[in-house]
C-alpha cells in the first residue's frame, strides 16, 4: 500500500496550507486515515484523522479549530486543510491509514497505523 503525501511549503504565520494525501483504492475505503508530524527533535504527534466511514473526525488540542480533515472516496484522497498556521505547526507531515480501525473510530496512537506516507515539508515563519 502507497501513501503519496503533499501540499507541504513555505507559509507566513496566520496562513493556510491544505495537505493531500492519496492512495490506492480499495485500500482507502477500508482505512482510517490519520494526520501525524515530526518537528526536529521532537516525537512523532497526532494531529486529525478521518474515520474509515468519513462520519467521524478528531484532533489534537493543539489544532483543533483551525485543522480539518476530510476524504473524498471518488478520488481516494485524505485533505488536512490547515489555517491559522503558527511556527510551532511547522513540522514533516506525515499521512497514516489504520485498515484495522472500525467504521467510526479514529485512532490517536501512531502504532495502530498500517502504512505511512513519505511525508510533506511545512514551514511557518513568523
Same mark, same amino acid.
Given at each position: 500500500?502507497?501513501?503519496?503525501?503533499?501540499?507541504?511549503? +513555505?507559509?507566513?504565520?496566520?496562513?493556510? +496550507?491544505?495537505?493531500?494525501? !492519496?492512495?490506492?483504492?480499495?485500500?482507502?475505503?477500508?482505512?482510517? =486515515?490519520? &494526520?501525524?508530524?515530526?518537528?526536529?527533535? /521532537?516525537?512523532?504527534?497526532?494531529?486529525?484523522?478521518?474515520?474509515?466511514?468519513?462520519?467521524?473526525?478528531? %484532533?489534537?488540542?493543539?489544532? /483543533?479549530?483551525?485543522? !480539518?480533515?476530510?476524504?473524498?472516496?471518488? /478520488?481516494?484522497?485524505?485533505?488536512?486543510? =490547515?489555517?491559522?498556521?503558527?511556527?510551532?505547526?511547522?513540522?514533516?507531515?506525515?499521512?497514516?491509514?489504520? +485498515? =484495522?480501525?472500525?467504521?467510526?473510530?479514529?485512532? %490517536?496512537?501512531?502504532?495502530?497505523?498500517?502504512? &505511512?506516507?513519505?511525508?510533506? +515539508?511545512? !514551514?511557518?515563519?513568523?
Amino acid at each position: 500500500v502507497q501513501l503519496q503525501a503533499s501540499g507541504g511549503g +513555505l507559509v507566513q504565520a496566520g496562513g493556510s +496550507l491544505t495537505l493531500s494525501c !492519496t492512495t490506492s483504492r480499495p485500500y482507502f475505503d477500508n482505512a482510517a =486515515m490519520g &494526520w501525524f508530524r515530526q518537528a526536529p527533535g /521532537k516525537e512523532r504527534e497526532f494531529v486529525g484523522g478521518v474515520s474509515r466511514g468519513g462520519s467521524h473526525t478528531a %484532533y489534537a488540542d493543539s489544532v /483543533k479549530g483551525r485543522f !480539518t480533515a476530510s476524504r473524498d472516496s471518488a /478520488k481516494s484522497t485524505v485533505y488536512l486543510q =490547515m489555517n491559522s498556521l503558527k511556527p510551532e505547526d511547522t513540522a514533516i507531515y506525515y499521512c497514516a491509514a489504520d +485498515l =484495522m480501525a472500525s467504521l467510526d473510530i479514529v485512532n %490517536y496512537r501512531a502504532s495502530e497505523y498500517n502504512y &505511512w506516507g513519505q511525508g510533506t +515539508l511545512v !514551514t511557518v515563519s513568523s
